[in-house]
């Protein structure tokens, strides 16, 4: 059974903060082993790819293999059906749609003082994406990291794609190739984020990691971290939905268990201000629980992390999804956008009961990459952004020098930082003579 | 001597490559320390840290001493010459307007599918900026910080800073007024940045770090990230000038030393396409290490890691700082603004020769917290961007879900996530049923 809060309740305020605290993934301890790796891939390159493949991916590896051909590409993504290509590229325009117009503008501008100020945004020169093999390999992440890297004007873009036993996913490549990926390599593990940062013989280092991986993959990114730059550490995923009793109680319960499925970590909360509703969406997530295919995993997220919250109105709902400050939030209630401008905290949110968040994981444009763990109270989902670097330009004439140079000297002095001064004053000497 | 590069000369690939890779800063290996400190503070919060600030500061706090009441504030800032005064506040006027254009906006529209889409900006509810004690104790650097947190329209905004001894800086607290900062506390280190991250009795927690310190700052920082959000870890200044032969020796000399006299660790280079202007340059850096009152920083940074790189064109120069991505680049040549667009990786770029680098760190508007150790490849400097986060927003009608939903589900069943589908399913099968 799922935790059940009551707002009303004595103890309401001790539960929910034990909510909310509850640790629901331990960290496994594997930082020893990737830094062995790591170092092995920075010292041994090829050879190192190749043996540790051959080790935790069960298949022969030569430098020549590493990455796929475009004939290879060609021949898997035929395999796929019409439909699915017909949905992938449906989701692809969306979501390319969606992050064009995050692309921020350059700006320059002349001040009263002289000084001519602004800034300008380029892109990473080149990026890698991790994409996980097996059973998690998802197209989705595919095109959700690939098109924003693209959009943003990254001009490689390659991919790491670890494949067991030799076993590709035809629905993988055919993302990267709608998304315009321009190298796919048949590596994963923390060897494949190795490469990806240090460069091998056949794999060109990048300036940017990003994509979701094991605990493997997560200690790798957090290494190489400050030698390339990383997306966020992605915990377990996370919803709340927020509903009233004008709901179909089995509408919530399917939405919370898209959440519940991924993971036995997931964690699907539900606030209401109607405690019978809240039992009926109860009722029916046991119901559906019966015959989902991944009963297991829901069936263990629902029991150990699952949460009803009963409230007394919908302005303590908002209180209390500011302190979740969930991953994702589904507002299904009457005025969706109204209760939406109370909240400050979550990574995207889903208006109205015709918005389950799934829509937000395939094709409604928006990233599926988002904050987990209570990060969206200072972090933002994967955008554009995380392709771009902003320089910040800054021209002095002369005498916009003489208007702000000396406040600038003043405080180099005040730090005791005397060369500071110096460079500005060396100016204003010549503007005195002039 | 510094090191002299010509890349007309055979091993100039390799030298460069050289420069490029030396390791300017060895990582100490503060992390136990580190650790049980963070441990200390979250188990006995205020008490752990009286203790620890005995220990390190030399000074009795006690709960109430935490803070910096406002007496004390107005106390100390008294202190200030009114010349300062003024150059602060002119340095913080222009840093404010300046981050005050970088505010992005909210965006909402209905796409032809009939979704409405869009996504919201929000400011962090609480921040913390940890200010250095002692010598590295500046006033700029609080601005710098504290005034992007507050434009972003963070509510509440704290600053640690240890005062050794008792002693504390009037320049320090003045700039924390002018720029807005709430809350002042009288501890540092490692155990400040825990008290940040999980609150103490005395100290609420904060939501983002920011701002520079030593090697147990940093480390801490490190460890915290993920409970919080944390800025970049800022490794040594570097300084790159690209100046052709019209320029004077010395204004060029002590733009180098300027960033040369921070650290022993900081890296000055020069890049001309005139071998004796950099023989100029080089002999107007003796000339000043001889009277510079941080001769034995300036000196052993210039000795260690300072280079003068002569190449042929200006368009090698443009090569050369891309694989450099200095923090800080100056262009003292006839067309900056041609030169500049030619560049992609640098933090700031600084335009033509009556532009010195120290305007930048202190009263130029852009921020000065820039990033080092070639990280200008993939990130940017401090911004109003760091103290807010996007949450995207997705709304489906009926048709619009009509129209996206069966991709949606499609998807969801190539992936193996049947709830997922079923949630986009169930609303479709009432739609069909209408």
Same sequence: chains 1, 2.
Wanted: proline share 6%.
């Amino acid at each position: 059974m799922p935790h059940f809060l009551n707002a009303a309740d004595a103890g309401f305020e001790e539960d929910f903060a034990a909510l909310l605290g509850a640790k629901r993934e331990e960290a496994q301890d594997v930082d020893d082993a990737v830094a062995a790796i790591i170092a092995d891939v920075r010292e041994r390159g090829d050879q190192a790819l190749i043996e540790l493949t051959a080790k935790f991916d069960r298949m022969e590896l030569s430098p020549e293999r590493m990455r796929f051909t475009t004939a290879e590409v060609d021949d898997l993504v035929a395999q796929v059906s019409p439909e699915d290509r017909a949905a992938l590229e449906h989701a692809a325009g969306r979501i390319r749609g969606y992050h064009a117009r995050q692309m921020p503008k350059d700006e320059s501008w002349t001040d009263p003082e002289g000084a001519t100020l602004g800034w300008r945004w380029t892109p990473v020169s080149a990026a890698g994406l991790y994409v996980p093999g097996g059973l998690a390999s998802y197209p989705s992440s595919v095109l959700m990291n690939a098109i924003p890297a693209k959009v943003a004007g990254v001009e490689r873009l390659a991919i790491t794609v670890p494949t067991p036993d030799g076993v590709a996913n035809p629905l993988v490549l055919l993302a990267a190739r709608i998304a315009g990926v321009d190298e796919i390599y048949r590596v994963g593990g923390a060897q494949a984020v190795a490469a990806l940062a240090y460069g091998t013989e056949s794999i060109a280092p990048v300036d940017k990691i990003t994509g979701p991986g094991n605990a493997y993959v997560a200690a790798a990114k957090r290494r190489v971290f400050g030698r390339v730059g990383i997306d966020m550490i992605a915990g377990p995923s996370e919803i709340l939905v927020i509903a009233d009793a004008d709901n179909d109680p089995d509408w919530i319960a399917v939405d919370m268990l898209s959440q519940a499925e991924h993971d036995e970590s997931a964690q699907a909360i539900l606030i209401t201000d109607d405690a019978g509703f809240g039992e009926k969406v109860t009722a029916a997530v046991e119901k559906r629980l019966e015959t989902l295919e991944r009963r297991e995993i829901a069936g263990a997220s629902w029991r150990d992390f699952g949460a009803v919250i009963v409230v007394p109105d919908l302005e303590m709902a908002a209180q209390l999804a500011d302190r979740i400050a969930p991953e994702h939030l589904e507002l299904c209630v009457a005025d969706p956008e109204g209760l939406s401008v109370r909240i400050r905290h979550a990574g995207a949110i889903f208006l109205g009961a015709w918005t389950p968040e799934a829509i937000g994981d395939y094709v409604g444009g928006p990233n599926h990459v988002l904050p987990t763990a209570r990060s969206a109270r200072f972090s933002s989902g994967l955008s554009v952004m995380d392709f771009l670097k902003r320089t910040t330009l800054a021209k002095m004439t002369p005498e916009a020098l003489k208007a702000i140079g000396p406040a600038a000297e003043r405080l180099a002095i005040a730090e005791s930082l005397e060369a500071h001064g110096l460079s500005v004053r060396a100016r204003l000497d010549r503007l005195n003579e002039g």
